[in-house]
């Protein structure tokens, strides 16, 4: 199962509390991670990636264990720490703003 | 006794205001989506239960929201959690904040770039959802004014989205410009009387009107003149910032442009100003009484630069007399020291006997007058800035 954190405003919109489970069918990439969060969460849908494009959202980033994957293309794997539960995959509002 | 329900959007989420029919007590609701800026919630004619709600983000985009019991609950509308998100035969499904511009041949391929700032031509990019307007007959068909401007339809309560492209085929938007809050399209108006007849008004294209249901539109500007523009006549390019009509007498429009408050008693083929003797006719709301079809409401601004009222005065004006003759109204309000807008959705009237007024300001307060201004009293006085009011008169 992979872990991932949600921003305050889409926890609210998921309707969950805390942490995100999500059961990942074959290799773990931000894709196939988004694509399984946005199937249990469909409300989410257009809040993390454009509907049409699939791109990232411009304030939206993405970390893991320590790293900003914002930039990575969409089928990079996730690291193996994220993959295997042990370490959350954030989805992170920018900040933005004064 | 009827009752009352004010729905308030605001820069960080909406509210709920309702009343008996006395308008003096209040029950405040919200905030409703806190955090979020809610552009507009309005409730279905035909089903006042049914309330629609634009909730819009600039990290997370665009949300519709809806509510069928009133405004206790709401939900987005479309698929539930755990199915599919394509239907089979792999089309995906309706997503209920999914507006994408029709390209298709089939609507004629509308032109997919207008006027930028700078002069230059830019490509059509979707924002967000100014405005939403449900169909006098059928809870589930709702109109959705959109900002870069377009019109889009839903007939599902909201689950999928389809555009009107008639209105940027029509060919002039290489012509359309964004406004200083955007390219938006921000009022619609559907004609009580003729289903096929329907009215909006972009900033700053101007308005446009359809008579065959939203298959063609063709702009109604003429009479408009704005000196900010190349030409001042021209038969598009015009801020238009809202426009009012009586359900009674839908060939009546009253129109808060920019400068000017004009009046077009031909369903928009010609205007002419009725601004008259106001203080400033800056503005942005507009609206008409609800028993009294040419008692009419606007909030002079002092000026496009000076986006609050004159004279630190907080004034409504109104017409009895379809414009040109104003009289301010300001028993209730302040009269010093007031530096506050009032955004162009962002007032309302009730169908009550003694017609209630509404109207927020971006100071955050939501003004009520339950004798058609004679006297106003605030609801609530500090919320965030409002963007929208609109109103519900309840059995």
């Known amino acids: 199962m992979i872990r991932v954190i949600l921003p305050p405003h889409l926890r609210a919109l998921a309707r969950v509390s805390g942490e995100v489970l999500l059961d ?16 249990s969460y469909p409300m989410l849908r257009g809040t993390i990636r454009d509907h049409s494009t699939q791109q990232r959202r411009p304030f939206v980033r993405f970390f893991a264990c320590s790293e900003d994957l914002s930039q990575e293309p969409p089928d990079t794997p996730l690291p193996h720490a994220v993959a295997s539960g042990d370490e959350p995959f954030l989805v992170v509002g920018a900040i933005a703003g004064g | ?19 008996d029919g006395k308008r003096e007590k209040w029950d405040v ?53 755990g199915e599919p998100t394509t239907a089979p035969g792999g089309m995906p499904k309706g997503e ?4 994408v511009y029709d390209t298709s041949a089939a609507s004629g391929k509308p032109l997919t770039t207008h006027q930028f700032y700078d002069g230059t031509q830019h490509p ?22 959109v900002e870069d401007a377009a019109l889009f339809r839903s007939t599902d309560g909201g689950i999928s989205w389809h555009e009107l492209a008639g209105l ?40 446009f009107r359809t008579d065959d249901g939203g298959n063609t539109w063709r702009p109604i500007n003429r009479g408009l003149k704005s000196q900010y523009i190349p030409d001042p006549e021209a038969e598009v390019g015009h801020c238009v910032h809202h426009v009012a009509m009586h359900p009674s007498r839908p060939e009546v429009l009253f129109m808060q442009k920019h400068w000017d408050v004009m009046r077009s008693d031909n369903g928009g083929d010609s205007w002419h100003e009725v601004s008259g003797d106001l203080p400033s006719d800056f503005g942005f709301v507009i609206d008409v009484h609800a028993q009294e079809p040419e008692t009419i409401y606007v909030v002079p601004i002092k000026s496009d630069g000076e986006h609050f009222v004159p004279d630190g005065k907080l004034r409504v004006y109104r ?77």
Request: hydrophobic residues 35%; aromatic residues 10%.
């Open chain 2, 319 to 395: 017409s009895r007399t379809g414009g040109n003759e104003w009289e301010p109204l300001t028993r209730g309000l302040p009269q010093r020291d007031c530096y506050v807008n009032v955004l162009r959705d962002a007032m309302a009237v009730d169908s009550l006997d003694s017609c209630g007024i509404y109207f927020g300001t971006t100071g955050g307060q939501v003004y009520a007058s339950s004798d058609a201004g004679d006297s106003w009293a605030p609801i609530v006085r500090d919320l965030p800035a409002v963007l929208s009011v609109e109103v519900q008169t309840l059995p």
């Open chain 2, 96 to 99: 209920s904040n999914k507006f």
């Open chain 1, 24 to 39: 990942v069918q074959g290799q773990a990439t931000l894709r196939s991670a988004l694509d399984a969060l946005e199937v």
């Open chain 2, 29 to 81: 609701s919200g905030p409703h989506f806190a955090g979020w800026e809610i552009y507009h919630v309005k409730g279905s004619p035909a089903d006042p239960n049914r309330l629609y709600a634009s909730q819009t983000s600039g990290w997370f985009g665009q949300i519709i929201q809806r509510s069928d019991d009133g405004g206790k609950t709401w939900f987005q509308p479309g698929t539930p959690p």
């Open chain 2, 1 to 19: 006794m009827s009752r009352v329900r004010v729905l308030v959007g605001t820069r960080k989420g909406a509210f709920l205001l309702s009343s």
């Open chain 2, 124 to 145: 059509w990019e979707f924002k967000r959802v100014w405005h939403l307007e449900p169909s006098h007959s059928d809870p589930d068909t709702v109109f959705a004014g």
């Open chain 2, 168 to 207: 940027r085929g029509h060919g002039s938007g290489p012509r359309w410009q964004p406004g200083a809050g955007g390219m938006c399209l921000h009022t619609i108006i559907q004609d009580a009387k003729n289903p096929n007849r329907i009215y909006i008004a972009i900033s700053a294209a101007g308005a």
